[in-house]
């Protein structure tokens, strides 16, 4: 079974300053999908960044990028020029096969990231 | 733009009550998620359908069950509600495989008293 780990309950960083995000995860399939979405005090949950197994270079959307490492199953979201609009719960997912041609999307517990003016 | 509605946004139901959940999307999505969100454990699944009158059990099946007879509609039950079903619940969908983005509705907050 697939797990993601964020050790990180709680972050904060100074705007336009630049934080990293931790996620580590254990799967046992070889193709699979990794996520971070972002949960605004709105509650909506958005797609913030995604990144392919298979694909060894870093996924990035303008201030947004991650650093994989599949060997080390690490999976962490930097964020640069932090703005008040990032102060959001982060939660890392990992999405792989369940059985024939379905699929799960599991969640770590999340990082609340605090941006302070 | 897509839209993943739930009915309620937040629920006050008693004790034993029989509650339904509602969730609608207008994409026509294959798949549709029921989560549900405690502090310090993240999301975790429920139940999730791959297609109409389809369903799998999540991580965390027990005292839940699901309906889903339309292609948009998937529909959480709680038999009979218990204080420890207190949450907020999460529906989302998407389409295609598992490198797709899953949409979500704004949450449900159900209190059981």
């Known amino acids: 079974a697939q797990t993601v780990t964020q050790s990180q309950p709680e972050m904060s960083v100074q705007e336009a300053e630049t934080v990293t995000l931790s996620c580590t995860y254990d799967?046992?399939?070889?193709?699979?999908?990794l996520f971070w979405y972002k949960q605004p005090p709105s509650r909506q949950m958005i797609l913030v960044i995604r990144?392919?197994?298979?694909?060894?270079q870093n996924a990035t959307e303008n201030r947004f990028s991650v650093n994989f490492q599949k060997a080390a199953k690490s999976f962490s979201l930097k964020i640069s020029d932090s703005q008040l609009g990032d102060a959001a719960m982060y939660f890392c997912?990992?999405?792989?096969?369940?059985?024939?041609?379905?699929?799960?999307?599991?969640f770590g517990k999340g990082t609340l990231l605090t941006v302070n003016p | 733009d897509v839209k993943v509605t739930q009915s309620s946004r937040y629920l006050v139901k008693r004790t034993g009550e029989k509650v339904f959940l509602e969730c609608v999307q207008d994409?026509?999505?294959?798949?549709m998620f029921w989560y549900r969100q405690d502090p310090g454990l993240g999301l975790r699944l429920i139940y999730f359908?791959?297609?109409?009158?389809?369903?799998e059990k999540g991580d965390i099946p027990e005292g839940y069950s699901v309906s889903r007879e339309k292609k948009e509609r998937f529909s959480l039950i709680l038999e009979s509600a218990s204080t420890n079903q207190t949450s907020m619940y999460l529906c989302?969908?998407?389409?295609?495989?598992?490198?797709?983005?899953?949409?979500f509705g704004q949450g449900t907050r159900l209190t059981v008293v």
């Open positions: 989302a969908s998407s389409s295609g495989g598992f490198n797709t983005e899953a949409f």
């Open positions: 997912a990992s999405s792989e096969l369940s059985g024939g041609s379905n699929y799960k999307l599991t």
């Open positions: 994409m026509d999505h294959e798949n």
């Open positions: 359908s791959y297609d109409v009158k389809m369903k």
């Open positions: 990144q392919e197994a298979y694909k060894q």
């Open positions: 799967t046992s399939e070889s193709d699979y999908y």
